[in-house]
C-alpha cells in the first residue's frame, strides 16, 4: 500500500508539472522569510546569491512575503485525499514543487522567539504534501516515510540583533530536527548578527554552503 501511494503521488506531482511547464530541476532553492522592510536579511539573500553563482550553480530566490500562501489548515487531506498536493489552491503549490526539485533548500530567516519568521513558517508548514503519512524507525526514531526518492540538502542562515545564548540553541535544535524530517543528507546551519562585519557575514555565509556542498559547492 505505501508504494502505490508513493508511486500515485509522484505522477500527481510529474503530470502537474509537466502540464503546467513551469517548474525546471533546478540546484538551489533560497526561502526568504523576511519582512518587507528588512533590507539587511536581503543583503545577505544577494551575497547569497553571488556565492552560489560564483560556482555555477542556478537557482531561485522566493521572497515570501511577496507570495500568496495560507496557513496550513492542519486537515491532512494531503495525505488521505490528495496524495502529494495540498487542497489549498494558492502559491503554495508553487513554492512545494520549488522544494522538491532543488538540490540546496537555503532557509534565510529572522529569529523569533528561537523559530521561523511567519512567512518562512506559513511555506515550510505548506510543504508537508512532500512527507508520506506512513512512518518508519530512522536513528531509533520514528520519523515519516519518504514520498520522494530525492530530497534537498538544507543549508540555515538565522538573523539576530545580537548573540542571544537561548534562542540560538533553540534556533539550532529546531532546524536540526526538521533537516532529520525533511530527509537532508547534508545539513548546516549558521547565526548571523546585524553588527557582524562584512568579513565575518562572508566567512559565515560561505561555512554554510561548504559544510553542506559537494565539490560544486
Not at 536581503?42 to 550553480?57: A, C, K
Not at 539550532?172 to 547565526?191: M, P, V, W
Request: hydrophobic share 35%.
Amino acid at each position: 500500500m505505501k508504494d502505490i501511494v508513493k508511486v500515485i503521488s509522484s505522477m500527481i506531482l510529474h503530470t502537474y508539472i509537466y502540464e503546467n511547464q513551469k517548474i525546471l530541476f533546478m540546484d538551489y532553492l533560497i526561502l526568504n522569510g523576511m519582512h518587507e522592510s528588512d533590507s539587511f536579511i536581503q543583503e545577505i539573500n544577494d551575497t547569497i546569491i553571488e556565492q552560489l553563482t560564483n560556482q555555477s550553480l542556478q537557482g531561485e530566490s522566493l521572497t515570501l512575503f511577496e507570495k500568496d500562501i495560507k496557513p496550513c489548515l492542519g486537515c491532512f487531506k494531503c495525505w488521505v485525499e490528495t496524495p502529494g498536493i495540498c487542497v489549498i489552491n494558492d502559491y503554495g503549490h508553487e513554492s512545494a514543487k520549488k522544494m522538491i526539485q532543488s538540490d540546496y533548500m537555503v532557509y534565510l530567516t529572522p529569529i523569533r522567539y528561537g523559530g521561523y519568521s511567519v512567512e518562512l513558517k506559513k511555506a515550510l508548514d505548506r510543504s508537508l504534501p512532500l512527507l508520506s503519512p506512513f512512518f518508519r524507525i530512522f536513528h531509533e526514531e520514528i520519523h515519516h516515510e519518504q514520498r520522494y526518492d530525492k530530497y534537498p540538502n538544507m543549508i540555515v542562515y538565522g538573523i539576530l540583533d545580537e548573540p542571544n545564548k537561548e534562542q540560538e540553541e533553540i534556533f539550532t535544535d529546531l532546524t536540526k530536527r526538521n533537516s532529520l524530517n525533511n530527509f537532508a543528507e547534508k545539513y548546516s546551519c549558521q547565526i548571523i548578527y546585524k553588527n557582524d562585519d562584512k568579513q565575518t557575514i562572508l566567512e559565515k555565509i560561505q561555512n554554510g554552503l561548504e559544510i553542506v556542498g559537494d565539490k560544486n559547492v
